[in-house]
């Protein structure tokens, strides 16, 4: 299967030698989401929502199917789906928007202390702002989050939880019930950071019951500058917009401006719109492939690559192996004796990419006592073969 897809990618023609196991970073692009970009740049380009002429109208037409499809894909109502840059977009829209409003002195925010920087930095402004306070969610040495101490935490000052779908350091999977349960209980509302988790599992916004929910279109094989925020209805209307300007706005005078309704109000200036056509080809491809088969084949590979890391003494894993197994698709590790950034370019000479360092979760790697360890992230075009001589390269350390 793998073999049939890493031909629709032009990087790997290009560099037949790599081995590319960065994807937690950022996916590679298939051809199909490269074509959709330039058909429009070539063929009807135009900025949106205003041309009353055939190629504008065929780009408003296009950026807001691209909506619809990334709608469909996340379950979600059209309207409740705004375009953002990334991830991080996101998270400090919501924080401004919804945040400032409805988080005051004295309130609670709680993370889980394997976040991004992304979801802790724009919760500590707006908590040093408000004067609300941040709790976070311990982390177990196994690198899974302890949910009896979360449930002693909650309390009717919580307004906020926000936390990753899965690490972007251990690759623990959260249990999203268990937050959103809990949540309720005290009326607090939920953001789910999906950036980890939209390219390796299917995501249904109404079934999870999340308030927020935010991911990046270049982690699930499409375009950087692109990413989705949900927000549940009605929640849009108790929110400010994020930035002003043209396109989002129903009527302006000298001193008064009134809005538009969600999602145009978060939608300031002109927008990403060859960008949002990529997306929705990303969105358009996956789902041609199967995300459960996409995940399947991830898991297999995860399997082997963790089998193989066992047996090795020099190699510590930082994560918790038995979820891993079952359906991870990242894992991060130490070499004993050898710092990761000196492993990942023993592995760059063999044309290997991985990614080491923090991970931007600087927080989690010092609770862990790593200043840095060596992630392997996988995406549907890796091969056994891939596993195999990254494998062979770290038994040779
Ligand atoms: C869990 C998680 N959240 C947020 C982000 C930020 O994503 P972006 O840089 O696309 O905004 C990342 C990026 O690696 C991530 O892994």
């Not at 928007?97 to 925010?109: E, K, T």
């Not at 309720?184 to 390219?199: E, F, K, P, Y």
């Amino acid at each position: 299967m793998n073999k049939k897809i890493k031909c629709q990618f032009p990087l790997f023609y290009k560099h037949p030698e790599l081995i590319y196991l960065d994807n937690a970073a950022t996916t590679q692009k298939p051809q199909v989401v490269i074509d959709a970009m330039v058909d429009y740049y070539t063929d009807y380009n135009a900025n949106i929502h205003r041309g009353i002429y055939s190629s504008g109208e065929r780009a408003t037409l296009q950026y807001e199917q691209a909506r619809a499809t990334v709608a469909q894909f996340l379950k979600a109502e059209v309207d409740e789906i705004v375009f953002v840059k990334n991830a991080t977009e996101g998270i400090n829209l919501v924080t401004f928007s919804y945040g400032l409003q409805h988080v005051g002195p004295g309130d609670q925010i709680i993370l889980t202390e394997y976040e991004h920087h992304a979801n802790i930095l724009p919760w500590q402004r707006l908590a040093q702002t408000v004067g609300a306070t941040l709790a976070y969610i311990p982390v177990r040495d196994d690198g899974t989050l302890d949910y009896q101490v979360f449930e002693s935490m909650i309390s009717p000052k919580t307004k906020l939880i926000a936390c990753a779908a899965v690490s972007n350091v251990t690759g623990a999977y959260t249990d999203i019930k268990k937050i959103v349960d809990a949540a309720r209980s005290v009326g607090a509302r939920v953001l789910l950071d999906a950036a980890q988790l939209v390219a390796h599992e299917r995501v249904d916004v109404k079934k999870m019951d999340v308030d927020f929910l935010v991911c990046s279109a270049h982690k699930l094989y499409g375009p950087t500058g692109i990413g989705a925020l949900y927000i549940k209805k009605p929640l849009a209307d108790q929110m400010a917009p994020y930035q002003l300007g043209g396109s989002m706005v129903f009527d302006v005078d000298w001193h008064h401006a009134h809005y538009a309704k969600a999602p145009y109000k978060f939608e300031a200036g002109t927008q990403p719109i060859a960008q949002a056509i990529g997306f929705s080809a990303a969105i358009g491809w996956i789902e041609h492939q199967g995300i459960d088969v996409i995940a399947q084949h991830e898991h297999a590979l995860m399997q082997l690559l963790l089998h193989s890391l066992m047996t090795m003494p020099h190699i510590r894993i930082v994560g918790p192996i038995e979820q891993l197994e079952s359906k991870g698709h990242l894992v991060s590790f130490v070499v004993k004796g050898m710092h990761a950034h000196d492993v990942a370019a023993y592995l760059n000479d063999a044309h290997i990419a991985v990614r080491a360092g923090h991970h931007c979760a600087q927080p989690l790697a010092k609770k862990l006592g790593i200043d840095a360890s060596v992630r392997v992230s996988l995406g549907c075009y890796n091969t056994v073969e891939d596993i195999e001589v990254l494998v062979d390269k770290l038994r040779s350390l």
